[in-house]
C-alpha cells in the first residue's frame, strides 16, 4: 500500500493529499500506509479519517487536491483497497489508473536499501471534523431547511462510514430518524446489513410504522431505499423517480440519462414511454460517470443504488441520493411506493454468482453458443448477461424474462455451465 500511494502522489502531483476511510479493522493501518507513501512521494497529505467516499471527493474538489478513500466499499470487513481521486474529486479515468499501475511496477521492482516506515496517523493534520461539516453541509443545502419534516425514515448504516453523518443529516432536515447497523466493531461493516443486504431493513421500516427507509453500504457512495410496505426501491426505481421529476421541471439537461448493461429493460421501457434518452455503458460507475461527460448528461446511474447527479458531484453520493428520493416523496405527497411503481414496471431479474477458480482466456468464445441459445429463447421476454465481477472472484450470471420463474431457471442453468468452467455456483 505505501509503494501504490507512492505512485498515486508522483502521478496526481497534489502536494495537499487528503486521506478517508471506513470503518473497516484495517482502515487505520493502511491509511497510515497511505500517508507514508505520500510522504516518500515529497508530498504532504491530511487525515480525513472515517468520512463517506463522497466526502473525500468533496474535499478534493473544494481543495484542488488529489486524494485517496481506503475502502473495499460493500464487500466483508476483511477486504480493503484504495480508491484514488485526480485534483477536483474526480476518480480516475483508465489512462491515469494506467500510469499509476504503471510507475507502482517501476517502484515495486526498483531496489530498496531502506524501508519506508509507516507513521501513525497522528503525525499528519487531522482534518476530520472539516471535511465531515463540509459533506453534511452540502447535501443538507440541496434542499429546504424542513424538507423532510413529517417523514419517520429508517436509517441502515451498514455498520461503515455513514453511522453518524446520514441520521444527521435527515435530522436536520426535519425527518424523525430511526437508526439501525450504526455500531462498527471494525468486522461487522456489510455484515447482514445495508445496501446489499437490506432485509433486515425491510423488517424495521415496517415494524416503525416508518414511510420509508434507506440503506448505505460501507463507504456510502450507494444507498438503496424500502417502501412502508418493506418493498425494496433498487438504484434503477431510483433513478427513474428521479428522472421524471427532473424531467417533469425541465431541469434534466439532455433529456437523457446514463445506465449501464444491469439495468432493468423496465427502466429503459419507461424512459420511452416518457420521452427520456437512454445512453448506455459498460458495469461500473466511472463508466457511467464517463458517459456523462462525454454526451453532457447531469444523471446515471447503476441498480446497485450508485446514483450520480453530474451536476452537483463527481461521483456516487448514497447520502446526496437519499436526500433527493426522499425530497420528492415529502414535496409530491405522495408515497414511495406509489412513485416506485409508477416510475416503472420491473422485469423478473435473478442474478447467480459463481466463485472463480480460473477463467480462461476463451471463456466467451466457449459459452457463446450457449448464451445466445438462451437469448433466444428469451427473445422479445428479456435477455442473458454473463461477466467478471469487478470487485470479487466471481463470475456473475444475469438473467432477465417475463417471469420469475424463467428468469431464475435460465440464470441457474447458465451458471451451471459457466461453474463447469470458471468455478462452482455460491
Do not use: Y
Not at 10 to 36: C, K, N, P, W, Y
Not at 207 to 217: E, L
Not at 279 to 299: F, K, P, R, Y
Amino acid at each position: 500500500m505505501v509503494t501504490l500511494a507512492q505512485a498515486g502522489a508522483e502521478i496526481l502531483g497534489s502536494a495537499g493529499f487528503a486521506v478517508g476511510r471506513d470503518t473497516r479493522e484495517s482502515g487505520t493501518q493502511l491509511a497510515a500506509a497511505v500517508h507514508a507513501g505520500v510522504s516518500a512521494a515529497g508530498a504532504t497529505s491530511v487525515d480525513l479519517g472515517v468520512v463517506p467516499t463522497p466526502a473525500v471527493a468533496l474535499w478534493c474538489r473544494t481543495s484542488n487536491s488529489a486524494g485517496a478513500m481506503v475502502s473495499a466499499s460493500h464487500n466483508p470487513w476483511h477486504d480493503n483497497g484504495i480508491k484514488f481521486f485526480d485534483r477536483g474529486g474526480t476518480k480516475l479515468h483508465r489512462r491515469m489508473q494506467q500510469r499509476i499501475q504503471a510507475r507502482f511496477e517501476e517502484l515495486w521492482q526498483a531496489p530498496r536499501p531502506t524501508r519506508v516506515s509507516v507513521p501513525s496517523t497522528g503525525l499528519v493534520a487531522n482534518n476530520h471534523d472539516e471535511a465531515f461539516g463540509a459533506h453534511l453541509n452540502a447535501v443538507t443545502s440541496m434542499v429546504a431547511p424542513d424538507a423532510l419534516q413529517g417523514l419517520t425514515v429508517v436509517v441502515d448504516a451498514a455498520n461503515g462510514a455513514a453511522c453518524e453523518i446520514a441520521p444527521r443529516a435527515l435530522a436536520r432536515l426535519g425527518a424523525e430518524v430511526v437508526v439501525t447497523h450504526a455500531n462498527p466493531d471494525g468486522r461487522n461493516i456489510n455484515a447482514r446489513c445495508g445496501s446489499t443486504h437490506p432485509e433486515s431493513l425491510q423488517k424495521a421500516v415496517t415494524a416503525a410504522g416508518a414511510d420509508a427507509g434507506v440503506a448505505f453500504d460501507g463507504d456510502a457512495d450507494r444507498v438503496v431505499a424500502v417502501d412502508h410496505t418493506g418493498e425494496i426501491v433498487d438504484g434503477d426505481q431510483i433513478m427513474a423517480i428521479c428522472a421524471l421529476e427532473a424531467f417533469s421541471r425541465g431541469e434534466l439537461t439532455g433529456n437523457a440519462v446514463v445506465v449501464t448493461a444491469l439495468t432493468n429493460q423496465g427502466f429503459r421501457q419507461a424512459m420511452k414511454t416518457a420521452g427520456i434518452g437512454v445512453v448506455d455503458t459498460e458495469v461500473g460507475d466511472q463508466n457511467v460517470l464517463e458517459a456523462l461527460d462525454e454526451h453532457g448528461l447531469i444523471l446515471g446511474g447503476e441498480q446497485s443504488g450508485h446514483v450520480i447527479f453530474r451536476d452537483l458531484s463527481a461521483g456516487g453520493d448514497g447520502l446526496q441520493t437519499a436526500v433527493k428520493l426522499l425530497n420528492i416523496v415529502a414535496s409530491s405527497g405522495r408515497r414511495l411506493e406509489t412513485l416506485a411503481s409508477e416510475s416503472m414496471t420491473r422485469l423478473p431479474q435473478v442474478s447467480v454468482n459463481v466463485a472463480v477458480q480460473d477463467v480462461p482466456a476463451d471463456l466467451d468464445a466457449r459459452i457463446a453458443s450457449l448464451v445466445a441459445a438462451a437469448g433466444d429463447r428469451l427473445a422479445g421476454r428479456g435477455r442473458v448477461l454473463v461477466r467478471a465481477s469487478g470487485t470479487e472472484p466471481v463470475m456473475r450470471v444475469m438473467v432477465e424474462a417475463s417471469t420469475a420463474a424463467e428468469a431464475a431457471m435460465e440464470a441457474e442453468a447458465m451458471a451451471a455451465v459457466v461453474a463447469g468452467v470458471v468455478g462452482k455456483p455460491r
